[in-house]
């Protein structure tokens, strides 16, 4: 091995978070040394008493290092007490890469994130697989692709593995990773929030796509974990159909109250005085419930009721419109015009109204 990489391979620690492992573990470990890794951190994750020959194995090696949990506390909060660990007793390096303890990840793909980030210190650098391959099981391949699609969607982050465990984070960054929420599988999709609140550039480096025995070992369940990683958002969802259905009782009360007093302008009186009134329920919910913003801040609300102003002239204008050209069900057209804004209200008021700035981002 040459002097230039057993250089880069010095400037890097690499991070593993561990639960309930098998042999691959120690094989991955192996590679790593062989490969010239000096400084490697294996997080015991509360694995059971069976799995601590595995630990005991691992921290024989001079170049390793064993955390451990005494009870099992998430991937998430894995990775963070790595990157603790990693932050007081490596100042030397340049960054960390993390690796999954299920052997996923070659030793090629390890050194190939490595060297991007020592030449890319700035950006977060993603071990990106390739899901299009038939030969990926359907359970990653469906877990992942709808991930990808949803974050791209709602978060507008346009990248091709969201929940790779292969990444490459630099020694500044780690440290703020510190503080964002998330303790399981979701905290991976938070690191990628903050890239966008820091306007950090995340560059992909095409990896190989290794599934053993159809990804047993893995412990992401498709289902439950996408749940989770966008909590935020289906408790906005429900915030919102409370809301929705409140503004539409509203206003269709004032709708045939105002019809007889004024048939020109009923439509729009009764918008504003529904929405008024459903968007104080609104605002207190995602405020105290789905973005938890605790502190008072006046600049909130002003946003929050700008952004209300704006939809609920869209949504009386629309309405009116489709009225007087179809002359159907107004209250089944407030349903669909204001159904297709509420998507555009979700992202508004999670990168503007309650923005990171002010708030302490959870998924």
Known sequence: MNDTKLNILNRISIL???????SKLL???????????????????????????????????????????????????????????????????????TADADGQHS?????????????????????????????????SRFGNIMTRKLFGFLVGIKVTDTQTGLRAISHEFASDLMSVNGERFEYETNMLLECKHQDIDIDEVGINTIYIEDNKSSHFNPIVDSIKIYGVFFKFMSSSFLSFILDILL???????????????????????????????????????VFKHKAYDKLVLVRYYILCSILMLISGLSVSVTYHIFGHSVVAMKVIVDGLLSIMSYKVQKEWVFRKTYISEEI
């Open 27 to 97: 094989i991955l470990v192996d590679n790593l040394i062989g490969a010239g890794f000096t400084n490697i951190t294996i997080v015991d994750d509360g694995c059971g008493e069976e799995y601590k020959p595995i630990f005991v194995e691992i921290s024989l090696n001079k170049e390793c290092h064993v955390l451990v949990h005494a009870v099992n506390m998430g991937k998430g909060r894995a990775l963070k007490t790595g990157f603790n660990y990693f932050l007081n007793n490596c100042n030397e390096c340049v960054g960390i890469v």
């Open 251 to 289: 206003f269709t009360m004032f709708a045939k109250l105002f019809y007889n007093l004024t048939p020109e302008y009923f439509i729009l009186i009764s918008t504003i005085i529904a929405r008024i009134m459903s968007s104080l329920f609104n605002y207190n919910l995602n405020k105290n419930t």
């Open 107 to 139: 030793i090629e793909d390890i050194i190939k994130v490595s060297r991007k980030l020592i030449e890319n210190p700035d950006k977060l650098i993603l071990g990106a697989r390739n899901f299009s391959r038939s030969n990926i099981p359907f359970r």
């Open 16 to 22: 593993i978070p561990a639960f309930n492992p098998d």
